[in-house]
């Protein structure tokens, strides 16, 4: 029975020491665990800082590239009210010239429609009067009243 029972007492440490490498096994799977687990941790930070880091630079050049359309937009509008502008005045400036243009065939129109209506004056002469001998002149000078008669002649010579 001694025998039974050293056999009973070697089996149990053999027993007991597979439990002890089974315990040592276990907590370093833990540990290699728990190691990985902490790994993946960081390294899913590490992605999420990269991956914010992208979105801020994203978010840049979004940001910048607006700003450049909205100056290019900005450019062509100006441009575009520019010529929008000088077209309006060129316009104006036309109107302008056809009416000056107007005016003057509508003036020179009435100025040969009075001529056609207004027949030709001419003055004529007074015959002059022989001198007998001539008058001492008078300290005063006369004034005459009436002026020299005038003749209309048709339209003809003039």
């Not at 899913?44 to 910048?64: G, M, N």
């Not at 009435?110 to 008078?138: D, H, I």
Request: charged share 40%.
């Amino acid at each position: 029975m001694l025998a039974a029972a050293g056999f009973a007492l070697g089996g149990c440490g053999n027993v007991a020491g597979n439990a002890h490498q089974k315990a040592n096994n276990a907590a370093s799977e833990e540990e290699a665990r728990s190691e990985e687990a902490a790994l993946r941790k960081e390294e899913a930070s590490e992605v999420a800082q990269d991956r914010e880091a992208l979105a801020v630079v994203e978010s840049r050049k979004r940001e910048e590239e607006a700003e450049a359309a909205a100056k290019r937009t900005e450019a062509t509008a100006k441009a575009k009210a520019k010529k929008r502008e000088k077209a309006a005045e060129e316009k104006v400036k036309k109107k302008e010239k056809e009416a000056a243009a107007k005016r003057k065939k509508e003036q020179e129109a009435a100025a040969k429609k009075k001529a056609a209506s207004n027949p030709k004056t001419v003055t004529a002469e007074q015959p002059k009067a022989p001198s007998k001998t001539p008058k001492p002149k008078p300290s005063k000078p006369r004034e005459s009243i009436s002026a020299p008669p005038t003749v209309t002649v048709p339209n003809g010579s003039g």
